[in-house]
């Protein structure tokens, strides 16, 4: 039993002894107290270079089989007329959601199906703003449900590279100014973190012009104004102040 004691005695004192130079480096390399957190951002306006259309189309009946015939047919011709304009990194064309839902009604205090209700849809996006715009006014047997001008990630990411420049440059400089005015000489950069803002698409309503009765001529253009989108870059982190 003594012996178990004194080697457990011995061990203990071995791991102690190796802790220390650990725990005295600590003590001897605090955390910098002249430490300043700062942030800078860059931003610039770019004209938005996509333009999403989505067309939809809602069919209701008795017959279930019918109302997706309907729906069917109309969305094969507008797909029809998008791929004559679908073009790789210009325009690309996709279909959306197809539902298909029963229409209740009740009578005598007893719920039953009266009829079916269905939609589809077809996305149309891409940077060739004027064949797109003119395709909405061929596309006769789907109506636009949603526009949206966005900025392409080709464009977006041509722009970030000097917006990033700017950014971390405004970054050394106020801390350059600000490590002045504690009275310091100088700072070295600690930890950084470089965040990019994505340009969020701009929704717009269904142009009226789509608001005609059924059979109406359907041959104009969309009218567009694509706008501005921000670039925006922001550095955040720290620096230590020195003299």
Do not use: C
């Not at 690309?92 to 229409?103: A, I």
């Not at 269904?206 to 989108?229: T, W, Y």
Request: charge should be positive.
């Amino acid at each position: 039993m003594k012996k178990r004691l004194h080697r457990a005695a011995w061990a203990g004192l071995i791991l102690g002894s190796a802790a220390l130079p650990a725990l005295a480096q600590q003590a001897a390399s605090p955390l910098p107290r002249d430490r300043l957190n700062l942030s800078a951002t860059a931003s610039v306006e770019v004209t938005r270079d996509t333009l999403g259309v989505v067309f939809s189309t809602t069919k209701d009946g008795n017959n279930a089989a019918a109302v997706q015939l309907a729906l069917k047919q109309a969305l094969e011709a507008a797909l029809a007329e998008a791929k004559k304009i679908a073009k790789p990194g210009q325009v690309e064309v996709q279909t959306g959601n197809f539902s298909m839902y029963p229409r209740y009604g009740s009578k005598n205090g007893q719920t039953y199906i009266n009829g079916w209700q269905g939609s589809a849809e077809l996305m149309v996006e891409g940077k060739n703003i004027g064949a797109i715009s003119e395709l909405t006014g061929r596309i006769g047997t789907m109506n636009i449900a949603r526009v949206g001008y966005s900025l392409s990630k080709e464009a977006r990411e041509q722009q970030e590279s000097a917006v990033v420049a700017q950014a971390i440059a405004q970054f050394k400089a106020r801390a350059a100014e600000y490590a002045k005015q504690f009275g310091f000489s100088a700072y070295e950069i600690g930890e950084v973190s470089v965040n990019t803002q994505d340009a969020a698409p701009m929704p717009m309503a269904a142009p009226a012009l789509r608001m005609k009765a059924a059979g109406a001529s359907m041959d104009e253009a969309l009218p567009v104004e694509a706008g501005k989108a921000t670039v925006s870059v922001s550095v955040n982190g720290s620096v230590v102040m020195k003299r």
